[in-house]
């Protein structure tokens, strides 16, 4: 009806609450979001109606249990729009790495009573299980990436994907390359921008955190790191951290990575 604020929900499943609490990092620009938007359901915030129906849901975290599944389902049938925020929710997150391990072996080093529990055989993505309308990267993401993305919707534009390499964004802020001029194993090449560049920014190579940038070449930055005394186990290690369920990261996985003679 005409009128009505739209209406918006946050939803969480495994993460560390970190991707949310880029909404309240808001600080008083939140009171004006609440002008324009009604938020039926952000549990961290106070609203609770899990089961509201609503024009737009953010999602937070990966899935690991059947009752997630069940839940994301529910969820995906009541949202009009839905977008997931952070490397849990996009890529699996650090839950995800339990796929590369026996699960049997981590349960039994993590839980005194293994036997109490259910998991799914391997955690994935928001993606792997419903549509999603939005992929908002970055372990955390942050309010500029969330207060974009909103703006777009609430104006009937798709939002923009950020999809340019980390090195570009460097470049853009005259950041000196720490892998040419230190020799540091940098993940700029493959990792997407949104984050400002801030490792590099502070003289600290990239590890990753906001996932594969369009087109990356995997193998091609495990030779040249290996010119850099890293081993393809090193730098397995280096891509499968934040998004370890992202298939652009894959080759990074058990098989290791191309070396330079």
Known sequence: MAGEKTRVAVHKFSSCDGCQLAFLNMGEALLTLFEQVDIVHFAEAGPVDPTAVVDISFVEGSLSTAADLQRIRAIRAN????VTIGACATAGGLQALRNVADQDDWVASVYA???????????????????????????????RQL???LR??????????????LCLECKRRHHVCVM????????????RTGCGALCPGVGRDCY?????????????????????????AQTSHRLVSFNSADPAFSPGLAAGVKQND
């Not at 109490?116 to 928001?126: A, Q």
């Not at 990753?208 to 393809?232: I, K, R």
């Open 79 to 82: 949202s009009g729009f839905l």
């Open 113 to 143: 009573t293994p036997d109490t529990i259910s998991l799914l055989d391997k955690v994935t993505p928001i993606n792997a299980q419903v549509k999603v309308d939005l992929e908002i990267h970055g372990c955390p993401v942050n309010t």
């Open 147 to 149: 207060t974009a993305a």
């Open 152 to 165: 777009s919707l609430l104006a009937g534009v798709t939002p923009v994907d950020e999809q340019d390499k």
């Open 180 to 191: 040419v001029t230190q020799g540091m194993p940098c993940m700029g090449p493959v990792t």
């Open 208 to 232: 990753g955190c906001y996932g594969a940038a369009e087109n990356v070449n995997v193998s091609s930055l495990g030779g040249h790191f290996s010119t850099l005394q890293l081993d393809p």
